[in-house]
């Protein structure tokens, strides 16, 4: 059965959820139109569903590059969007094993519980500092002036990159993952191809400069690194610094901020918090199921044939998983259109699952907890300012400005 679910819809993205619970209850599998250019594609919305799916192996991601896009249904690639497919190529988030298993088996040593234990105490010092700025000031834009230098200076700084750019990190990042919305347009992806340019040459000099001076980073760690085929290429360390610095803040400037409007609506939660009844870490844990910051991951049928729902969808069909509509489903969750910050539940799959988990969860939920507890302890007296613009975006779901009173 197809269903046309106009994601962009105004409406829509101020409250995809009553939409989705419907969605769920009468047509949990459903055929619905693709990106731009591209055949339809399934969708899942049901938990149990989507929880399996993201685990099965006869489910994967495909590489872009490699694929015969005419038999998988693909549009061809397009030359003048070579910078962004080569940003991509080596991203661990398009790899099936064996190798995303040799990548990510790399860059999880920069996600360690020893080195995340050694970053909290900066974490701590730069969210006091950012905080200290907005109570002189009396009001703050959560996004621009908190949530966004806290988190991509926090990434900066487990890779090695210069936290003092991270402004400059955030530009690229915005204006590259724009790509991955439905609604992309040309201008949009000229700008996109335009940043991959200049993050790339950033991200070269960075290498350069640790190939000379060696510190103890991941940049560094990936310069030096031998794996059985020898030494990384350039193209593949750059493409893993960029995935992972864009995808590194994500998760918690979006969070931080879909979760603070929760609050601001719910001001008894907010007082949980605020009043020690609920821990900071608990808390992120159901602003990470509440509004999903990513509500999307696209998988491809590897097999000949999976079935689900009553459905059978079949080889090289694509699969996408609707995680904020999981996040929400009554079968999993009691009372999942109900905001309580005390629920601490971590079942949720805003991370994904399976071999694509997401490496930098630990690093997002430790952040999450940071940067709650810091805002509850110093700004117990927090009011919205005005009501937040949704912008056009439905798979990475935030805000780009949250604007708050410090009473």
């Known amino acids: 059965m197809e269903v046309a679910l106009d994601t962009y819809d105004p409406a829509f993205l101020r409250d995809p959820y009553p939409v989705f619970d419907r969605i769920r209850e009468e047509t949990p599998v459903f055929r619905g139109p693709g990106r731009q250019g ?16 993201l685990r099965d192996r006869r489910l994967g991601r495909i590489h872009q590059h490699e694929v015969d896009r005419r038999e998988w249904g693909l549009p061809p690639l397009r030359d003048e ?14 790899m099936e094993p064996p190798d995303h298993t040799r990548i990510r088996r790399l860059v999880s040593t920069a996600f360690t519980m020893r080195r995340l234990a050694e970053l909290r105490p900066r974490m701590v010092e730069v969210a006091d500092r950012l905080l200290g700025r907005a109570i002189e000031r009396g009001r703050m834009d959560l996004v621009n002036d908190y949530a966004a230098p806290l988190s991509v200076q926090m990434i900066a700084s487990l890779l090695g ?80 610094i960029i995935t992972l610095l864009n995808a590194g803040h994500e998760a918690t400037v979006n969070t931080l901020a879909n979760g603070m409007l929760a609050m601001m609506d719910h001001p008894d939660q907010w007082r949980l918090l605020t009043g020690g009844e609920v821990g900071s870490a608990a808390a992120a844990e159901e602003l990470f199921r509440w509004d999903a910051p990513i509500q999307t991951f696209d998988r ?16 090289y069909e694509q699969v996408t998983v609707l995680l904020g509509c999981a996040n929400r489903d009554p079968h999993h969750f009691e009372r999942p259109n109900t905001f309580l910050v005390g629920r ?24 999450m907890d940071v940067a709650l507890s810091r805002l509850a302890a110093r700004c117990p007296g927090l009011e919205l300012l005005e009501e937040p613009v949704r912008p056009p975006r439905f798979v990475l779901r935030g805000f780009n400005s949250l604007e708050l009173a410090i009473t």
């Open 38 to 53: 591209e055949r339809p594609v399934w969708f899942l919305t049901r938990y149990e569903d989507v929880r399996r799916a």
């Open 81 to 94: 969007l070579a910078p962004f497919y080569e940003v991509e190529y080596w991203s661990v988030v398009w």
């Open 161 to 240: 990159a210069p936290t003092g750019d991270w402004r400059l990190m955030l530009d690229w990042s915005s204006r590259i993952t724009r790509m991955y919305e439905y609604n992309i347009t040309e201008a949009g992806r000229r700008s996109a191809v335009e940043a991959c340019v200049e993050f790339t040459d950033y991200c070269l000099e960075l290498m350069r400069s640790r190939r000379d001076r060696p510190r103890d980073d991941l940049i560094t760690g990936l310069c030096a690194a031998r794996t059985e085929e020898g030494a990384l290429t350039d193209p593949q360390i750059v493409s893993m």
């Open 300 to 315: 491809w049928v590897l097999a000949d044939r999976y079935e689900v729902g009553g459905h059978v969808i079949g080889k």
């Open 344 to 367: 601490g539940d971590p079942s949720h799959v805003s991370f994904g699952g399976g071999i694509h988990h997401c490496l930098g969860a630990p690093l997002a939920r430790i952040e």
